[in-house]
């Protein structure tokens, strides 16, 4: 299985300050069709997941601007221009690749 | 967008089983892959089955193969996970999601799932 490594495990933020997170996985990520199925979930304190990023860095509808993706390959960031009260929960980067889909462990984002 | 409604979890005594649905009405299910996902107690996120937009194709975790059966009917919008033998490692709030070129979007707000005696 692809094993995806999420660093740091928790981060503080400041309000209004940017933040960034990392995910690595163990194996190239590059898919037949040439996409990469890397993407960015956020979870709020006691919600379901919600979708961020997919395909490294498409946004998708309604998340703000202050969310971005990128990478290449193996290494893969989400980074938050200027982080807002509402950004605090857990951050996970999954990748749909291969098979079985695998997450990483999650990201604490806290003030 | 309403999101989907996961419905059929519960306490359950280990080895018994449990049938959970996922219904949503903000769109065609026919149209879309479909997913269950768990999230053990103050854990992580972990896929659990897959099946593709007409039924034909299934896939399962390993931890579940055997004993975990994803179907649906698209003619009612649902998607079902049909859990057998089930064991205290099964614990866990249990999404429905829908495939969105790779990423999971449309989650429900989940079911919780408690293997106990």
């Known amino acids: 299985d692809i094993v995806m490594t999420q660093t740091p495990l928790s981060s503080p933020v400041t309000l209004g300050q940017p933040a960034s997170i990392s995910c690595r996985s163990s194996q190239s990520l590059v898919a037949s069709d040439g996409n990469i199925y890397l993407s960015w979930l956020q979870q709020r304190p006691g919600q379901p997941p919600r979708l961020l990023i997919y395909?490294?860095?498409n946004r998708f509808s309604g998340v703000p601007d202050r969310f971005s993706g990128s990478g290449a390959g193996t290494d893969f960031t989400l980074n938050i221009s200027r982080v807002e009260a509402e950004d605090v929960g857990l951050y996970y980067c999954?990748?749909?690749?291969?098979?079985?889909?695998?997450f990483g462990q999650g990201t604490r984002l806290e003030i | 967008e309403v999101q989907p409604v996961e419905s059929g979890g519960g306490l359950v005594q280990p080895g018994g089983s449990l049938r959970l649905s996922c219904r949503g009405s903000?769109?065609?299910?026919?149209?879309?892959?479909m997913y269950w996902v768990r999230q053990a107690p103050g854990k992580g996120l972990v896929w659990v089955s897959r099946m593709n937009a007409d039924g034909s194709y299934t896939a399962h975790a390993d931890s579940v193969k055997g004993r975990f059966t994803i179907s649906r009917d698209n003619a009612r919008n649902a998607l079902f996970l049909q859990m057998n033998s089930l064991r205290a490692e099964d614990t866990a709030v249990y999404y429905c999601?829908?495939?969105?070129?790779?990423?999971?979007?449309?989650w429900g707000q989940g079911i919780l799932v408690t293997v106990s005696s």
């Open positions: 395909k490294i860095s």
């Open positions: 999601g829908r495939d969105f070129y790779g990423g999971f979007d449309q």
């Open positions: 903000s769109f065609t299910f026919s149209d879309h892959w």
């Open positions: 999954m990748q749909a690749t291969h098979f079985p889909y695998t």
